[in-house]
């Protein structure tokens, strides 16, 4: 389906949920709505699948205004970050509910259509149970198979696997990419994780504060992110930024009194101003990459160790740095340690915000 | 361990003397009741039941009263569902002075109402049917129904509505097959504030009616007559009356408690 929105504003009395912003889903494709908690996300997927009505604008579905079309009429599938089931039934009736509801569908289709959606998410051997009987994953998995087995050309996600445990996040994930591809729905996908972004791919738009940042294919967004705030949405941790200025001799950025970066070739146009820097605290490392690597002596204030990885807090004077290492690294508050970047990889945003230069991507 | 135990002990004496007293009763003799005190009954005697089952006069008013308070429960708890259900799910003008304004007519004496509804009835050829005393009650069960429901139905997500209707089901097809099963413990417990309320009343059910619908209650005041009071038939009257109260709150024990920890009772 071709979900327009046009011009699509939502306000509760004189608080304003979305400024209006005007976007079209890529049709057949994942699209990501990323940003954090109150960003208007979930307000946003309401007013596409027609929960709400909007304050302004139209939404267009293949061209046809929907606006205020009730959401029984309008053909569509949505799971909640809640695990919306009907308690009274057995998971089987609930996956066979939109099913049956459609008529003209025989009672023969319908048994076989909602055993194979139970088989892809496996849960065929808890049809005969009820959802309350059930753990939040495999309740998740029965609200998801209601939403797929309708086969509804429009497919809305409101961060269906927040409220799962972490295991069982990255194996419904996973698998979550595979079940989209292969269908001709629309999907809209919500989430605060720039990493589920990534690894659903397709197309992502960036959402705060109830503003549309900036729309387009997910690489693309993730790599050259329209202003700072985009930035620190669609990296996790944030990303490290720090004000600078670009004077005298413009290959290198001052930041503190007692620190000039020099620049990578790709932000060698830029012009003498203030620019804020930002590094991705994946980039920042803990022994040189290139020769050309810069290093920082900083103070650890806290080791976070997360297993794959430890996420390294520290300070340079006023610069607070945040480093995402490979690998289990026991570093003391209070140490000293020397970390490098590496201008290449260094994104500049000018003084509204606004991205001055991101890191070239060659042909890797 | 006793010690323990003693207060409880107490409590549960307390509680339970005077409806042992009352069963005591029913089981003796007028000359046993009035004659010395027995802790048990000496000449033990179901005379006062039998005169009770036997008697149209006397086992018509179990009858009525049945009838009125089962058309009360049913029409009020009917009543009350959709009503709850707008109030849980619905914003609009004065929606929350409206939910207090109706609480507010359990705060009027049922005295109050009554010449209103004497006249009001007698007008309309509505004295002395079943239908009467229920529709008098309703003034005070609606409004409660319509509390306890409204916090069952607030403690459902919304978002479980939304889903019925993302499916495909029509409002009336969710409401009867989804959402109404939802809330069974509380229509359970409203139905059993409702049957409480109606049995009980006196004041209303003994105004309304005259003959064809007089209310066991009211019968009992039958006991008195010039030979004296009939204290043996009216305990065993007593002990029938505290049956179906019983029974309703043996079926909805388990779900009593809930009514109360959402406050609402």
């Known amino acids: ?364 | 361990m006793k010690k323990r135990y003693f207060g409880l002990i107490l409590y549960l004496v307390f509680a339970i003397l005077p409806i042992y007293w009352m069963v005591n009763m029913s089981l003796k003799t007028n000359e046993e009741i009035t004659g010395a005190l027995t802790l048990w009954p000496r000449h033990l005697t179901f005379d006062n039941f039998r005169t009770i089952l036997t008697d149209p006069a006397w086992y018509g008013g179990y009858i009525n009263s049945l009838i009125y308070v089962l058309i009360n429960t049913v029409l009020s708890v009917a009543v009350a569902l959709p009503a709850s259900y707008a109030f849980s799910r619905y914003e609009f003008l004065g929606d929350k002075h409206l939910f207090f304004w109706l609480l507010t007519n359990r705060m009027s004496p049922p005295a109050v109402f009554l010449l209103p509804f004497f006249q009001l009835y007698s007008s309309i050829n509505l004295f002395d049917t079943h239908i009467a005393v229920a529709l008098a009650h309703m003034l005070f069960n609606v409004p409660l129904a319509v509390w306890i429901l409204e916090g069952f139905m607030a403690g459902i997500p919304r978002e479980i509505d939304e889903t019925a209707y993302i499916d495909g089901y029509s409002f009336p097809r969710f409401f009867v097959r989804i959402f109404i099963p939802l809330i069974g413990a509380g229509i359970g417990v409203t139905a059993f504030f409702c049957f409480m309320f109606s049995w009980v009343e006196l004041l209303l059910a003994r105004t309304l009616t005259s003959v064809n619908a007089k209310p066991i209650v009211a019968i009992m005041t039958r006991t008195v007559s010039a030979a004296g009071m009939d204290w043996g038939v009216l305990a065993a009257a007593g002990v029938l009356t505290i049956v179906p109260g019983a029974l309703v709150i043996y079926f909805v024990r388990n779900y009593i408690a809930k009514g109360f920890a959402m406050g609402r009772v």
């Open chain 1, 1 to 364: 389906m071709q979900l327009q929105l046009d011009g699509i504003s939502k306000g509760l009395g004189a608080d304003i949920h979305i400024y209006p912003l005007s976007l079209s889903l890529q049709a057949g494709k994942i699209n990501v709505l990323l940003g954090q908690t109150r960003a208007g996300k979930t307000t946003l997927m309401r007013l596409m699948a027609g929960l709400d009505k909007p304050t302004g604008g139209r939404v267009l579905a293949d061209g046809v205004d929907v606006t205020g079309v009730s959401v029984r009429r309008r053909n569509l599938a949505m799971v909640y970050q809640q695990f919306v089931n009907y308690p009274a039934f057995s998971v089987f009736e609930n996956i066979a509910s939109p099913l049956r509801l459609a008529g003209k569908i025989g009672e023969q289709e319908i048994r076989s259509r909602v055993e194979a959606v139970a088989e892809k998410l496996h849960i065929a051997h808890l049809l005969k149970r009820l959802p309350g009987e059930l753990s939040g994953g495999q309740q998740q998995r029965t609200a998801m198979a209601r939403a797929l087995v309708k086969q509804a050309p429009l497919l809305l996600l409101d961060e269906p696997l927040v409220n799962l445990d972490y295991k069982l996040r990255e194996e419904l994930r996973a698998e979550l990419k595979e079940l989209f591809s292969n269908s001709n729905t629309t999907v809209v996908y919500a989430t605060t994780e720039p990493q589920e972004a990534l690894l659903l791919g397709g197309h992502t738009i960036v959402l705060d504060a109830g503003r549309l940042l900036q729309q387009g294919p997910t690489l693309e967004v993730f790599h050259h992110p329209a202003n700072q705030r985009v930035a620190e949405v669609f990296s996790d941790p944030p990303m490290n930024l720090f004000p600078s200025t670009l004077r005298g001799q413009t290959r290198e950025a001052h930041l503190a009194s007692d620190i000039a970066i020099p620049l990578g070739a790709h932000l060698h146009g830029l012009a003498k101003a203030n620019y804020t820097l930002g590094v991705r605290p994946s980039h920042v490392r803990l022994q040189p990459h290139s020769p050309v690597d810069y290093p920082l002596r900083c103070e650890v204030d806290l080791a976070e160790i997360s297993g794959s990885d430890t996420y390294l807090h520290t300070r340079h004077g006023d610069i607070n740095l945040v480093a995402q290492l490979a690998g289990v690294h026991e570093l003391a508050p209070g140490s000293n340690v020397s970390l490098y970047i590496n201008p290449a990889e260094v994104f500049a945003f000018d003084a509204q915000g606004q991205l001055a230069g991101s890191p070239q991507r060659s042909a890797a």
